[in-house]
């Protein structure tokens, strides 16, 4: 057996997570696993719980695009990272999980059982 992929996350306040990292086995890439991933932490996640944050470097395509398409948004400008990676910057993101929920509450019929639309 091997490792598919990993997601580190911490709690940073009452309302706050953090998402320390995120990897998925170079074999196993664009197959849609970061994305259910993230899925798996939304909803296990306290209902206290109003915003994840987390930093990606600025170059990281795959994983901004990853982040984007799941509702983050980017917080502050980049910032360099003068002594651990000199000449590299990394951008805030942050996803407001209460937009997030009324987004999927639109998705669901009156029983709140099944999507009705998928935008
Ligand atoms: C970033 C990473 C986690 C994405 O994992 P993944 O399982 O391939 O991502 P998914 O298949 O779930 O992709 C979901 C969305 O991310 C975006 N995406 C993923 N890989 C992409 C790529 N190579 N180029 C552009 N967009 C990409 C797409 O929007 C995709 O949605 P779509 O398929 O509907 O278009 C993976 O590439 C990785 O482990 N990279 C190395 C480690 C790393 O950089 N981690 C992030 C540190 S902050």
Redesign the pocket.
């Known amino acids: 057996m091997s490792l598919l992929?990993l997601i580190p996350y911490a709690k940073q306040s009452g309302t706050e997570h953090f998402i320390e990292?995120?990897?998925?086995a170079p074999e196993?890439?664009?197959?849609?696993?970061?994305?259910?991933m993230l899925d798996y932490v939304f909803d296990h996640l306290d209902d206290g719980i109003e915003r994840i944050y987390?930093?990606?470097l600025t170059g990281?395509?795959?994983?901004i695009?990853?982040y984007k398409?799941v509702g983050f948004v980017d917080d502050e400008l980049p910032q360099p990272l003068l002594e651990a990676k000199p000449g590299f910057y990394e951008q805030k993101m942050l996803l407001d999980l209460k937009q997030l929920r009324v987004r999927r509450y639109e998705h669901l019929d009156l029983e709140g059982n099944f999507p009705v639309a998928v935008r």
């Open positions: 992929g990292y995120m990897w998925v196993r890439r664009k197959a849609g696993v970061a994305k259910k987390l930093y990606v990281n395509n795959p994983a695009c990853l398409r």
